[in-house]
């Protein structure tokens, strides 16, 4: 079976689409960061350094600190697919932040997006 091609797509490429998405709705470009360092780990500095560097979504969410362990309370559809069932490790990961930025951007309270 063949990569899909998401996993080679480079971070850095798709996170501005994260804070336009974001940014439309009124949300902060520190509410996308706070999301995503939530899910991964990641530290302010170190997600900054991973953009810079360009890695793509597998070293991005390889090179991971610690993804945190609520993800598996993100429950809902994104693009069709319930993000709970998606088989894939990784693209579940990747789908689990497409689900955080999507309640974002839908104006749910950030408490509520972290699982807290």
Known sequence: MTEHRIFSM???KVYPLYLQKAERKNRTKDEVDQIICWLTGYSQAELQQQIKQQHDFATFFAQAPAIHPNCALIKGVVCGVRVEEVADPLMQKI????????????GK???KILRQ
């Open 10 to 12: 480079p971070f850095a």
């Open 95 to 106: 789908r689990y932040l497409d689900k955080l930025i999507d309640e974002l951007a839908k």
């Open 109 to 111: 309270a950030l408490a």
